[in-house]
């Protein structure tokens, strides 16, 4: 069974940082392109960072660009997300998968709280 388990979120002032883990099982994931997504309460899920499969490549959503940083294990078993500067409007379930994204590998997220 395929899964993406996500972890690290948790509640930080606005200023913090903060290292989201997402770990891979049941396959590799060495040759995916892999991204960070979220959702916030009454909102749609959308795209946050993504990252090709070497790892050469990264992009942003314009909301984070410069205060985020998506990077990857050699091995394609471990995506992180670094959120530094976080903002009360990051507060959301964040979540990983493959980029472009597919149904069946969405998990539980991890939430993120960031207080003002």
């Known amino acids: 069974q395929v899964q993406l388990v996500e972890s690290g979120g948790g509640l930080v002032q606005t200023g913090g940082s903060l290292r989201l883990s997402c770990a891979a099982s049941?396959?590799?994931?060495?040759?995916?392109?892999m991204g960070w997504f979220r959702q916030a309460p009454g909102k749609e899920r959308e795209f946050v960072a993504g990252i090709s499969w070497s790892g050469g490549r990264t992009y942003y959503g314009d909301s984070v660009k410069g205060r985020f940083t998506i990077f990857r294990d050699r091995a394609g078993n471990m995506v992180y997300l670094q959120m530094n500067s976080l903002k009360p409007e990051d507060t959301a379930v964040y979540y990983c998968?493959?980029?472009?994204?597919?149904?069946?590998?969405w998990g539980q997220g991890t939430q993120v709280t960031v207080s003002s």
């Open positions: 998968n493959t980029d472009p994204p597919v149904k069946d590998y």
């Open positions: 049941g396959r590799t994931f060495s040759n995916n392109a």
